[in-house]
């Protein structure tokens, strides 16, 4: 990394060993900031570490359903940092893919405990931690899929308009110490979301007015302005991120 000047301020971001949770750590990196990274992988942890910068890092391996996990990543930051100003809730699953009828209900409430139920767990944390105290925002990462129907990924859609919700309820009750909004991506091209389109990206994005499907950076830039000066009087909303995708949502 080249050297930047720090800014002083810390943010913590689940499921950011890669994909959207690592181009927002880069863009938060690129204005000065210093970060702790959560994921489930040790290994890609360690990796994703070292290749953002070390001086400036730290990773905490787990699950972010884990509450224990969620304290310990909590504590690592504050001792590593002394603070946590802001918090990017990215962590996520979607591990069914079909029609809603047959959806097993235990698949269900992992995928709610891993995405809705965590990020509560983690913004309940930093609020006692640091920010109920001295102030910052939280930045849930939802999906366009919270949004509006997504046949076949229902649970998952399902589980982001909760998140949505959720970012409601914090900014309400956080308010006017902590601003919380939310950012409901379309399909950005990660791991996670290849199913989506390998093999087939020219079609996936055929669909979308701006001629291409998301990359983390177009993420990271929308979380980095959240999360500065620039957006003080924003709270309590969903900004969609999507390509011009929902243009075409029609009726």
């Known amino acids: 990394m080249t050297t930047v000047e720090l800014s002083g301020k810390v943010a913590l971001i689940t499921g950011a060993s890669r994909g959207i949770g690592y181009g927002v750590a880069e863009a938060l990196l690129a204005r000065g900031d210093r970060v702790c990274i959560t994921g489930r992988n040790e290994d890609a942890l360690k990796e994703a570490v070292e290749t953002l910068g070390a001086d400036r890092v730290i990773g905490v391996a787990g699950k972010a359903h884990d509450e224990a996990h969620q304290a310990i990543a909590v504590e690592r930051t504050m001792e590593a940092f002394g603070r946590i100003d802001f918090l990017v809730n990215n962590a996520g699953t979607n591990p069914v893919f079909g029609p809603i009828a047959d959806l097993d209900l235990n698949v269900a409430r992992k995928v709610f405990e891993t995405n809705v139920v965590s990020a509560l767990g983690f913004a309940q944390r930093t609020w006692k931690a640091w920010q109920g105290e001295n102030g910052g925002a939280i930045v849930n990462i939802s999906s366009l899929a919270g949004v509006q129907a997504s046949p076949f990924i229902g649970a998952y859609g399902i589980s982001k308009a909760a998140m949505i919700n959720l970012t409601l309820q914090l900014a309400h009750e956080f308010a006017p110490k902590v601003r919380v909004n939310s950012i409901a991506p379309a399909v950005v091209k990660t791991q996670f979301a290849k199913a989506l389109y390998e093999g087939r990206e020219e079609e996936a994005a055929a669909g979308y ?5 998301g990359v983390p950076s177009d993420i990271g830039g929308t979380a980095a302005f ?22 075409n949502a029609g009726v």
Do not use: Y
Request: no cysteine.
């Open 226 to 247: 959240l999360t500065s000066e620039q957006s003080d009087w924003i709270t309590g909303q969903t900004l969609v991120v999507d390509g011009g995708k929902f243009l």
């Open 209 to 213: 007015p701006l001629g291409r499907l």
